[in-house]
Nanobody
């Protein structure tokens, strides 16, 4: 059974940093990444990383967020620096299964105060 367990959300002041983690188990995964959903808005892709380490980022987070991956631990990390109030959202980890399909984490709240 596939499990994604997220950790690291919380409350931080604008300009601060947070690091999210997402530990996966139960399958072989290809691309992993993070979406976020702010109140009243659609879920949006924040960043992703392939099994080979290729990354992409939403324009709104480029230069501030960094995704990384530990394939031995099947864990993906999201380092978020220079946080802004508009980064406030529930962040969802996802992992694409090697043979198709996508699994989601439970979500972790990130709140950035001004």
């Amino acid at each position: 059974q596939v499990h994604l367990v997220e950790s690291g959300g919380g409350l931080v002041q604008a300009g601060g940093s947070l690091r999210l983690s997402c530990a996966a188990s139960g399958s072989i995964f290809s691309t992993m990444g993070w979406y976020r959903q702010a109140p009243g808005k659609q879920r949006e892709l924040v960043t992703s990383i392939s099994g080979g380490g290729n990354t992409n980022y939403a324009d709104s987070v480029k230069g501030r967020f960094t995704i990384s991956r530990d394939n031995a631990k099947i864990t993906v990390y999201l380092q978020m620096n220079s946080l802004k109030p508009e980064d406030t959202a529930v962040y969802y980890c996802y992992a694409d299964l090697q043979w198709g399909g996508r699994s989601w984490g439970q979500g972790t709240q990130v709140t950035v105060s001004s």
